[in-house]
């Protein structure tokens, strides 16, 4: 019997880059939140491991063997093999935790057909910065690299979200290696919402930089009743928060009139 799974679009409400590290990787305070969208994987018991990239943006994945989901498989003990059907709906190198997030949900799967070990925190992290907060899939802070999880309140859960991304890939170390090494502060306030209003992405400027269509992304959604316009990890999406459903829908029809080259999609907060 096939087991599905979504792996939930990831973003970042608040990104405060701290300082550089001697190891090159960066101390950060992300606040993660999850969509309640993004890829859809099928999976099903197998003599070996194996994964099928099909959707939008499979083209731009790669080979099987090196994206983040099979990695998850070869990091993880099992009785038998397992087969990844991988529909890709989120653009790569996003901001979105695309590959993070199809690791998350290939934890999940195996976690509900046949456990996790106890070190699954460990092994998540090896995979990458994000991974571990994207198996739960529910709002935190990271802090670290961002691998040290603390559990947030839910109260932003069914919160309108509009994702937007021009269409232009970003590639994560090129962004970071722009930021300008200035500490501005450490995620200020005692709710999730409040947290968020007062927080910034320090990438934004190094990504604008790189990719200045992001701004134009910027501008569109923050002349919306939007109360909360950012964007996402070392972008190049950007998302907006509403208090409605139908203002979300509104301004993505209009969006998609306007610049029919950028990618949509909607969804809520997990």
Same mark, same amino acid.
């Given at each position: 019997?096939?087991?599905?799974?979504?792996?939930?679009?990831?973003?970042?409400?608040?990104?405060?880059?701290?300082?550089?590290?001697?190891?090159?990787?960066?101390?950060?305070?992300?606040?993660?939140?999850?969509?309640?969208?993004?890829?859809?994987?099928?999976?099903?018991?197998?003599?070996? %491991?194996?994964?099928?990239?099909? #959707?939008?943006?499979?083209?731009?994945?790669?080979?099987?063997?090196?994206?983040?989901?099979?990695?998850?498989?070869?990091?993880?003990?099992?009785?038998? #093999?397992?087969?990844?059907?991988?529909?890709?709906?989120?653009?790569?190198?996003?901001?979105?935790?695309?590959?993070?997030?199809?690791?998350?949900?290939?934890?999940? +799967?195996?976690?509900?057909?046949?456990?996790?070990?106890? %070190?699954?925190?460990?092994?998540?992290?090896?995979?990458?910065?994000?991974?571990?907060?994207?198996?739960?899939?529910?709002?935190? +802070?990271?802090?670290?690299?961002?691998?040290?999880?603390?559990?947030?309140?839910?109260?932003?859960?069914?919160?309108?979200?509009?994702?937007?991304?021009?269409?232009?890939?970003?590639?994560?170390?090129?962004?970071?290696?722009?930021?300008?090494?200035?500490?501005?502060?450490?995620?200020?306030?005692?709710?999730?919402?409040?947290?968020?209003?007062?927080?910034?992405?320090?990438?934004?400027?190094?990504?604008?930089?790189?990719?200045?269509? +992001?701004?134009?992304?910027?501008?569109?959604?923050?002349?919306?009743?939007?109360?909360?316009?950012?964007?996402?990890?070392?972008?190049?999406?950007?998302?907006?928060?509403?208090?409605?459903?139908?203002?979300?829908?509104?301004?993505?029809?209009?969006?998609?009139?306007?610049?029919?080259?950028?990618?949509?999609?909607?969804?809520?907060?997990?």
């Amino acid at each position: 019997m096939p087991v599905t799974d979504i792996a939930y679009a990831k973003i970042n409400l608040a990104l405060h880059v701290r300082g550089r590290r001697e190891d090159g990787y960066h101390d950060l305070e992300s606040l993660f939140a999850f969509v309640d969208n993004g890829d859809l994987l099928t999976a099903r018991p197998a003599e070996v %491991d194996a994964l099928d990239q099909q #959707g939008e943006f499979a083209g731009a994945m790669g080979l099987p063997f090196g994206n983040l989901a099979m990695k998850a498989l070869t990091v993880l003990p099992r009785a038998t #093999g397992i087969e990844v059907t991988l529909e890709k709906n989120l653009p790569v190198a996003a901001g979105l935790g695309g590959g993070s997030a199809d690791a998350g949900a290939v934890f999940r +799967i195996v976690r509900g057909m046949y456990g996790l070990p106890d %070190d699954w925190h460990d092994r998540a992290a090896k995979l990458g910065a994000d991974v571990p907060a994207c198996v739960e899939s529910k709002t935190c +802070i990271g802090r670290g690299t961002g691998t040290e999880l603390e559990a947030a309140d839910d109260s932003l859960a069914g919160t309108p979200v509009l994702l937007v991304n021009p269409r232009e890939p970003l590639a994560t170390a090129n962004v970071f290696a722009g930021w300008d090494g200035k500490d501005r502060g450490p995620l200020n306030g005692e709710t999730i919402r409040e947290m968020s209003t007062n927080g910034r992405n320090d990438l934004e400027r190094p990504a604008i930089s790189l990719v200045p269509v +992001i701004a134009d992304v910027l501008a569109a959604l923050r002349d919306t009743n939007a109360w909360l316009v950012r964007m996402s990890g070392s972008g190049a999406t950007c998302f907006a928060l509403f208090d409605s459903e139908d203002e979300r829908n509104g301004v993505q029809r209009s969006i998609n009139k306007r610049h029919r080259d950028w990618w949509t999609m909607t969804g809520r907060l997990r």
